[in-house]
């Protein structure tokens, strides 16, 4: 049974901070890797997907990253805004298309 | 492209009521799933369909839990008769084929059982 970790559960930086946030699974068999953003209240985001084949993914600020031999992927987000402040998830996508999710990092940036 | 469409956004019920929440999905997008996100946890794959046929149930709750997908397209979550512990968000989601597709999700739908 696949089990993804979030380190930390939370986080807070200043504005302009480079963060990285990690992710750990604890089943290497997975087919991709997704990255998603959940504001309060609201549904979720999707922000970069690693199919099992590459190594990195980058989109504006972030740069998200996949080593399947150890089970880990970090999303980094370079030059932190307020408006980056959410909770970004992590989801694991295994046989049968099922995405097995950490339990977040709530991420404050501040001003 | 219009994206994941959910109704209500939020439900308040008493326990032992029943509750019913809907779904459309982004058009011509083949693979249909229902979440439950209990506050402070990351979402939890209810069930996911292929068209209109039932791909993987296996955490959902059959005693009270049901869905359905009628014609490949829209779909009802049903929870009947509800719980206290089923108080969380109800998040459905969409791909165009399923595995290896990025799933896009939708608002979802609040409920809190008192």
């Known amino acids: 049974k696949q089990e993804v970790t979030q380190i930390p559960a939370a986080l807070s930086v200043p504005e302009g901070e480079n963060l990285v946030l990690n992710c750990s699974f604890t089943d290497s068999a997975i087919y991709n890797l997704q990255w998603f953003r959940q504001d309060p209240g609201k549904g979720l985001t999707s922000l970069l997907l690693i199919q099992s084949s590459q190594r990195e993914q980058t989109s504006g600020r972030l740069n998200a990253s996949l080593d399947k031999s150890s089970g880990r992927s970090t999303l980094y987000i370079a030059a932190s805004q307020p408006g980056d402040s959410a909770t970004y998830l992590c989801?694991?996508?295994?046989?049968?298309?099922?995405?097995?999710f950490g339990e977040g990092t709530q991420l404050t940036v501040n001003p | 492209e219009a994206g994941v469409a959910q109704s209500p956004r939020y439900k308040i019920i008493e326990k032992r009521q029943s509750v019913a929440f809907w779904c459309n999905p982004i058009s011509g997008h083949a693979t249909l799933y229902w979440y439950q996100q209990i506050l402070g946890q990351g979402p939890k794959l209810l069930i996911q369909f292929q068209n209109n046929g039932v791909v993987d149930d296996s955490q959902l709750p059959k005693d009270r839990f049901s869905a359905e997908r009628l014609k490949g397209v829209d779909s009802t979550l049903k929870i009947q008769p509800a719980k206290l512990e089923d108080s969380a968000v109800y998040l459905c989601a969409s791909s165009p084929r399923g595995l290896g597709n990025e799933q896009f999700f939708g608002p979802g739908t609040r409920l809190t059982v008192l």
């Open positions: 989801a694991a996508e295994t046989s049968g298309s099922r995405l097995t």
